[in-house]
């Protein structure tokens, strides 16, 4: 998997309020619900999360908003164009992947990491083959409420590790994800190999 990378990230001005970013299809597993429980529980640190995209869960996380009365820190962006996510990217400070199950390389982190944004993701499927774990990236246990509590925490704490993390992050997307990068290495590699033909 490649990607065609943004622009060099401008380095995070420190904010009093954590953005927190989820994006991607609104299904269970996808796990948003758990980020809203995260937030939630809170309440001490000045946080907001923003949800991009939509989905049969949809309307269910929602619901987990107003049940937990979290309205006033979660913002549900729906699906928007290239222009509004990038703008949503840029104002992040952490994406959160809390996937409770199995999938494969998720371009929503590549995409994630390429903007420089630290990510804290369950250490399951594609996303063990990308993330070093407390280099460009937090793991936390599928489903692990505390956990993801505990990493949120941890970054917001300390914003130097998360500008480390950050520039980490986007290093790691310009060395393995650069979808031209990709493309003019396999052409090399075919050109050297019809060579020896």
């Excluded at 060099?8 to 994006?23: D, H, N, Q």
């Excluded at 619900?33 to 991009?52: C, F, G, N, W, Y």
Aim: glycine share 8%; aromatic share 4%.
């Amino acid at each position: 998997n490649g990607i065609t990378l943004p622009s060099p990230p401008k380095r995070r001005e420190s904010s009093e309020t954590l953005r927190l970013l989820c994006t991607g299809r609104a299904d269970k597993q996808k796990g948003f619900q758990t980020a809203i429980r995260a937030v939630s529980k809170m309440e001490d640190v000045p946080l907001h999360l923003d949800i991009v995209g939509t989905g049969p869960y949809f309307e269910d996380l929602k619901a987990i908003c107003t049940e937990l009365n979290v309205n006033d820190r979660v913002t549900f962006h729906g699906r928007v164009d290239d222009d509004e996510l990038s703008r949503i990217y840029s104002s992040a400070d952490v994406y959160l992947i809390p996937t409770t199950r199995y999938e494969g390389l998720p371009l929503a982190l590549l995409e994630a990491m390429s903007h420089g944004i630290p990510t804290i993701s369950s250490d399951i499927g594609g996303n063990s083959d990308v993330i070093t774990h407390g280099t460009d990236g937090l793991f936390i246990k599928p489903g692990d409420l505390s956990g993801l509590i505990e990493a949120i925490r941890r970054l917001e704490s300390d914003p130097a590790e998360r500008n480390a993390i950050s520039e980490a992050a986007r290093a790691t997307a310009e060395r393995r994800f650069d979808k031209e990068r990709m493309v003019s290495e396999t052409l090399e590699l075919l050109e050297s190999l019809a060579g020896q033909a």
